[in-house]
């Protein structure tokens, strides 16, 4: 089957993740201005595989939290402006991280990550739970919408808030217990946990597409890292 324009901009999941470690560490050892060149690089691959929406939001929300102030202008600050300023710094020491696993995560079947993982030699302890988490998500997220759809329709909002966490949370844990259980056994007849070599339907492979990523975000990490030595 031939490549479509979206899969040709997207990396398989092993480069996706590596990008994703490699911009971890900038929590412990952060780049400054380079994050600009980080946030702009994602944005631009969001906006390649079709997500428009996600490639705006990226460097408008990182303009809005590299603006911040550091945490000793913060520690100036009254205590209930405090604990709100601290939340919004730690979230933009965390965001860039956040972006590029989003990538991953929308960017990414259960397929082609299971396919990567085997390449890798992911040992099946490993890889089983992540494709059950990968199944899990999207369906808890697509309830969780449904339940407040329903919610709205009935006149119950946020403005009640102790019925709206009852109405809305208790049906949540219901729906997760029995959507866990139902995907477990999906995975189970399929053969996830038969020992052996398995035969993926989806293969990954390297493309240029994946070596242009790695590259971008290395040298965008790596540099700032050189600069801000």
């Known amino acids: ?32 201005f380079f994050g600009w060149g980080v946030a702009g690089w994602l944005a631009l691959f969001f906006w ?12 408008a929300y990182f303009s809005v939290l590299y603006f911040l102030p550091g945490f000793d202008w913060v520690m100036a600050l009254p205590s209930g402006i405090k604990m709100f300023v601290a939340l919004l710094l730690v979230a933009k020491m965390f965001y860039l991280p956040f972006v590029a696993g989003k990538f991953l995560i929308k960017s990414s079947d259960v397929g082609h990550i299971l396919s990567a993982m085997d390449k ?7 890889s089983i ?13 697509e309830d969780h919408r449904h339940i ?14 102790l019925r709206y966490a009852e109405y809305v949370t208790v049906p949540l844990l219901v729906i997760s217990s029995t ?6 056994m999906a995975a189970e007849t399929r053969g996830i946990a038969r020992p052996g070599v398995k035969t993926r339907y989806r293969e990954v492979s390297s493309k240029g597409i994946d070596v242009i990523f790695l590259a971008g975000v290395m040298g965008l990490v790596i540099g700032g890292w050189l600069w801000f030595k």
């Not at 390649?48 to 460097?59: C, E, H, T």
């Not at 739970?129 to 997220?141: C, L």
């Not at 407040?148 to 808030?161: E, F, T």
């Open 120 to 126: 890798c030699r992911v040992p099946a302890a490993f």
């Open 48 to 59: 390649l595989n079709g997500y428009r929406l996600d490639a705006v939001k990226v460097p």
């Open 179 to 184: 959507l866990a259980d139902d995907i477990a």
């Open 1 to 32: 089957m031939a490549q479509t324009v979206k899969d040709f901009f997207n990396p398989n999941p092993i480069s996706k993740l590596c990008g994703t470690v490699l911009i971890s560490f900038t929590v412990l050892h952060p780049i400054g």
């Open 148 to 161: 407040r759809q329903a919610m709205k329709i009935r006149g119950i909002s946020l403005r009640h808030p």
């Open 129 to 141: 739970p992540v494709a059950v988490m990968f199944r899990f998500f999207p369906s808890f997220k």
